[in-house]
């Protein structure tokens, strides 16, 4: 986990997706050479819907390359899984889980420094995406969801260039651990209060544990993994 090189570096302009030709920026290309990294993203990496995707505290997502292969055990071949960047992902490594990652962990990644701010929530573009209607609610029932970083320090990010733990601020809050208690164990008033109170992470998410704290109810996620046919 310490010192792991970059499989890929890509980023993505926006392009129609899928059947309903959203604009998206989730087919991604590999980057041959430096590109700088901003405190909302690398330069050139767009997103269709910038109220949910992108901005301070998603400048960045990391998807596990090592998922590509539970991934082709369920969907068999598939054109997506061929190369890294199907799920919209800006870095791809191999030895790095949810399991082993946590909120708050400061990795540098070529001259920039970044800080680990939550996990990926899964939308309906990934549906689009995969042209398979359930794709992002095995996203988030599998747990295999990747993660966003939040910058910390501004900087250049290479394909040579690796990703180097340097400090670990919540070790025991994993992205595994506050999935389990927002998907699986989703009412445990422990684990939520724990996450309301949990500083590294993003502010929506604080906010969204306090919010099913106090509610005691989960909220819907249907329009989130089904998109806009859900609201009808």
């Not at 747990?143 to 910390?152: A, E």
């Not at 400090?167 to 998907?183: D, M, S, V």
Request: net charge neutral; glycine share 12%; with cysteine.
């Amino acid at each position: 986990m310490s010192n792991l090189p970059i499989l890929s570096l890509r980023i993505g302009g926006l392009a129609p997706l899928g059947a309903r030709g959203v604009p998206s920026g989730i087919d991604k290309s590999e980057v041959a050479g430096d590109v700088a990294l901003s405190k909302t993203g690398f330069a050139g990496d767009e997103q269709g819907d910038t109220a949910k995707h992108g901005g301070p505290e998603k400048a960045v997502h990391h998807y596990p390359f090592e998922h590509y292969r539970a991934w082709a055990d369920t969907l068999g071949h598939h054109v997506c899984l061929s190369t890294s960047g199907a799920f919209g992902e800006n870095i791809s490594t191999d030895g790095l889980t949810e399991a082993d990652v946590s909120i708050g962990d400061v990795f540098r990644l070529g001259t920039a420094l970044v800080e680990v701010s939550q996990g990926r929530q899964p939308c309906w573009r990934l549906n689009e995406r995969f042209g398979r209607k359930t794709m992002a609610r095995e996203v988030q029932d599998t747990g295999r969801t990747g993660w966003y970083y939040r910058v910390i320090k501004t900087g250049t990010v290479g394909p040579a260039d690796r990703l180097t733990l340097m400090e670990r601020r919540a070790p025991e809050w994993t992205i595994a651990r506050i999935w389990r208690a927002f998907y699986i164990d989703r009412l445990d008033q422990a684990e939520l209060r724990g996450i309301a109170a949990l500083k590294p992470l993003a502010e929506s998410w604080r906010n969204h544990a306090a919010r099913r704290l106090d509610s005691g109810r989960v909220e819907d996620w249907s329009k989130r993994l089904q998109g806009p046919a859900a609201e009808q």
